[in-house]
């Protein structure tokens, strides 16, 4: 079992960058990871995910080519680079764990509390 604590969420200007963490308690290693997002009145969506040592990622279409996600794992974290930030992407982000690959992107077994991104004009 896993615990997992995002950080690094805040207000941002549109074009702007912000850099997510999630700390992780257990065997890191052992586990995919990933990002969701929910915005006000949205369902929460996938943004990206991760397998146990990084070399396999994937992404949402509306984020591709602007997030980076990434993982240390001498250090527990998992982290998100968001880069050319736009207004849709203001939500909730939840960091996620399972240690299925497959399943981090469409039903993780363990989720974070979550982190407020605000982006404005």
């Known amino acids: 079992q896993v615990q997992l604590e995002e950080s690094g969420g805040g207000p941002v200007q549109v074009g702007g960058s912000l850099k997510l963490s999630c700390t992780v308690s257990?065997?890191?290693?052992?586990?995919?990871m990933g990002w969701w997002r929910q915005g006000s009145g949205s369902e929460r969506e996938f943004v990206a995910s991760?397998?146990?040592?990084?070399?396999?990622?994937e992404y949402a279409r509306s984020v591709k080519g602007r997030f980076t996600v990434s993982r240390d794992n001498a250090k527990n974290t998992l982290y998100l680079q968001m880069n050319k930030l736009k207004p849709e992407d203001t939500a909730v982000y939840y960091c996620?764990?399972?240690?299925?690959?497959?399943?981090?992107?469409?039903?993780?077994?363990?989720w974070g509390q979550g982190t407020n991104v605000a982006v404005s004009s």
């Open positions: 991760l397998n146990w040592n990084g070399d396999d990622t």
């Open positions: 257990g065997r890191f290693s052992d586990y995919a």
């Open positions: 996620a764990a399972d240690r299925s690959l497959e399943l981090v992107s469409y039903n993780p077994n363990y």
